[in-house]
C-alpha cells in the first residue's frame, strides 16, 4: 500500500494529497456511523489507493487550468480501470479495495464510469468512498477552479438528487460538523487532521519519512484552508 501511495506521490502531489485526505475524512465519517474498527481499517486503506489510476493520467491532464477536451476527459476516466487492473495484476489487495478503486465514480442512476453500474450494483463501501471522494474534491483548491466553502460542497452534492445514496449523504450531511472537526482539527499546538486519523488507526507507519514529508505538506495546506 505505502509503495502504491508513493508511486501516486511521485507523479502527481496534487493526487496523493487528495487521497489522504479522503482516507481522513472517510474514517472520521465511518467513526460517526459507528462502523467497527476493522470495517474503518478496510475502508480507510480502501480510500487511501482509491486514485491510485491518477498515477497512469499524464499530469498535464491532471494540472490542466482549463476544461478539458473530450479526448483528455477520456484519457481521465480511464483512472479507475487502470488502477484497478495495476492492482490486480500485482495481487495481495482485498476485493473491496479492488470494488472501491474501480467503482468510486459510479453513481446510483447508472450514469457513472467506468461500468455504468446502478442501484444495487453498487456496494456500501464504494457509495461512502463517492461521498467523501466527491466532498474532498469540492473544498480542495484545484488547477481549474479554487475550493468551494463546506456549505457549497454539500448544496452542490444534494443537488446531484439520486446520483448519491440519500441516506448515505443525508447522514453526512446532518453531522458534517463532527466529520470536519474529526477530520481536521486544531489542539492547541498543533493540528490533528485526516492524516492523523490514519496514523493513529495504524494504516501508515509514522516513521515512514515519504510519506512524513507529504503529510506534514498536506496540515499545511488543511491549515490554510481551515
Known sequence: LREWLTTVGCHHTGSYRHCLFVAGFAVAYAQHLGMREDDQRRLARAALLHDVGKAFIPVAILDKPGPLTLEEMEEMRQHPRRGYEALSAQGGFPPEMLDVVLH?????????????????QISDIVRLTT??????????????????????????????????????????????????????????????????????????????????????AGRRLAGARH
Do not use: W
Open 131 to 216: 461521498i467523501v471522494d466527491i466532498y474532498a474534491a469540492l473544498v480542495e483548491k484545484r488547477a481549474y477552479r479554487l475550493q468551494f466553502t463546506h456549505v457549497k460542497a454539500f448544496t452542490m452534492m444534494e443537488e446531484m438528487g439520486d446520483r448519491l445514496d440519500p441516506h448515505l449523504l443525508q447522514a453526512f450531511r446532518l453531522d458534517r460538523h463532527t466529520v470536519q472537526l474529526r477530520a481536521m482539527r486544531f489542539d492547541q499546538s498543533r493540528q490533528l487532521s485526516g492524516f492523523e486519523i490514519v496514523f493513529r488507526q495504524g494504516i501508515i507507519r509514522r516513521e515512514d519519512a515519504v510519506l512524513q514529508r507529504e503529510v506534514e
Open 104 to 120: 468510486h465514480h459510479e453513481f446510483l442512476d447508472g450514469t457513472g464510469y467506468p461500468d455504468g453500474l446502478s442501484g444495487n
